[in-house]
Nanobody, 123 residues
Framework: QVHLEESGGGLLQTGGSLRLSCAAS????????MGWFRQAPGKEREFVAV????????LYADSVKGRFTISRDNAKNTVYLQMNSLKPEDTAVYYCAAKGGVAEIVPSRYDYWGQGTQVTVSS
């Protein structure tokens, strides 16, 4: 069991930067693959970025590649999402999620979810 809590969301203008954090409870954080997903109003939850347990492998959605960076600090039980060059289409609730085993891009494969943090990018 792991509890996840996101922070760092906010309202900003196009081109701005934001760093999201996701703090996990428990002593087994390093055994979980972690992912960031987002959900915009009226849309399904979508994959943003995932990172393996050691951070050795990372995948990004094409829409964020080159602008977003996922990272993790297993000593701090935290995963981050650095978001640069933000666009209005990045507006969504951002969720972090955890799963055992390999990192995957399908949201339904994840076992644990945070409550989400709102990111709003104005034009």
């Amino acid at each position: 069991q792991v509890h996840l809590e996101e922070s760092g969301g906010g309202l900003l203008q196009t081109g701005g930067s934001l760093r999201l954090s996701c703090a996990a409870s428990g002593r087994t954080f390093s055994t979980y693959a972690m992912g960031w997903f987002r959900q915009a109003p009226g849309k399904e939850r979508e994959f943003v970025a995932v990172i393996t347990r050691t951070g050795g492998n990372i995948l990004y959605a094409d829409s964020v590649k080159g602008r977003f960076t996922i990272s993790r600090d297993n000593a701090k039980n935290t995963v981050y999402l650095q978001m640069n060059s933000l666009k209005p289409e990045d507006t969504a609730v951002y969720y972090c999620a955890a799963k055992g085993g390999v990192a995957e891009i399908v949201p339904s494969r994840y076992d644990y979810w945070g409550q989400g943090t709102q990111v709003t990018v104005s034009s």
